[in-house]
């Protein structure tokens, strides 16, 4: 395990492989370990480096503020302490958004940007979604965390085909936020509206979404492929609101080839 120490808190992060820099990011209530098996797919052509956003996974949970900016700020300082003049990033659902984020305002420290069911404006979010930002539906689980587990374990065959691996793993991720993180993170995303910058992001971008995504509405591709101008869109018709787990096969090949293809467009 390995971690840094930035101006606002400690940052945990695993690296793996040599080649290209690429960074990654988890989405709500999740952690590095999502792309543990990307990672290693790709070892023999990136340097991959996967952290967890303040509040969540290993990092520091002790902070006042988890916003979709302060996610961006910590990006930024990750490459700044490790050196990385510049990466490819690539996120999936609120890490996305922030992956988004860190290229629109540092043009320059990103090479390219793959997004993974990632909202482009947070009204997107399923209405459960929306609910956990708001402080008193949050309390509510936080105080009933049986019910809330519970419901989610019915819920887990329609989040991703692979839910018996995502509910073990958000079940240790849940266990591992605050209350603070877990409704200002939710509550800051669905707040997000990337829609008039998207027209001056200068990276190419790759938005891989799964047709069955009931987290997130799926639209949100449309959105990335009209207004940003080095948009592509691909369709996973299978997969849910977890390409990674549906069909992990057919996602890390597409994505290895966005990453480490040579072509500007």
């Not at 290993?58 to 490459?79: C, G, H, N, W, Y």
């Not at 587990?149 to 995502?166: E, F, H, L, N, Q």
Request: charged residues 20%; positive net charge; glycine residues 8%.
């Amino acid at each position: 395990m390995s971690s840094i120490v930035t101006e606002q808190g400690i940052v945990h992060y695993e690296a793996i492989g040599r080649g290209r820099p690429v960074i990654f990011l988890h989405g709500w209530l999740g952690s590095w370990a999502y792309w543990i098996d990307t990672m290693n797919a790709m070892a023999s052509h990136c340097r991959s480096y996967a952290l967890d956003f303040w509040g969540f996974g290993e990092s520091d949970r002790k902070r006042a503020s988890f916003t979709v900016p302060d996610f961006i700020a910590l990006v930024v300082q990750f490459m700044d302490r490790l050196g990385i003049a510049s990466a490819a990033l690539v996120g999936h659902s609120m890490g996305g958004t922030v992956a988004l984020g860190v290229a629109f305002a540092h043009p320059d420290r990103v090479t390219r940007v793959a997004v993974v069911g990632s909202p482009i404006v947070g009204t997107s979010l399923n209405f459960f979604l929306k609910m956990a930002g708001r402080p008193f539906w949050a309390f509510l689980a936080y105080t009933f965390p049986g019910v809330v587990k519970a419901g989610t374990y019915v819920a887990s065959p329609t989040i991703t085909r692979a839910w018996r691996t995502w509910y073990r793993m958000w079940e240790r991720d849940l266990s591992r936020t605050t209350l603070r993180s877990f409704f200002q993170s939710i509550g800051s995303l669905h707040r997000t509206d990337l829609r008039p910058l998207l027209p001056q992001l200068r990276p190419p971008v790759l938005g891989i979404y799964g047709a069955r995504d009931n987290i997130v509405n799926p639209n949100q591709a449309s959105l990335l492929a009209q207004e940003a101008p080095r948009a592509r869109i691909f369709w996973m018709p299978e997969a849910g609101h977890f390409p990674m787990l549906d069909d992990p096969e057919r996602f890390r090949q597409v994505l290895g080839e966005f990453l480490l293809s040579d072509d500007s467009a």
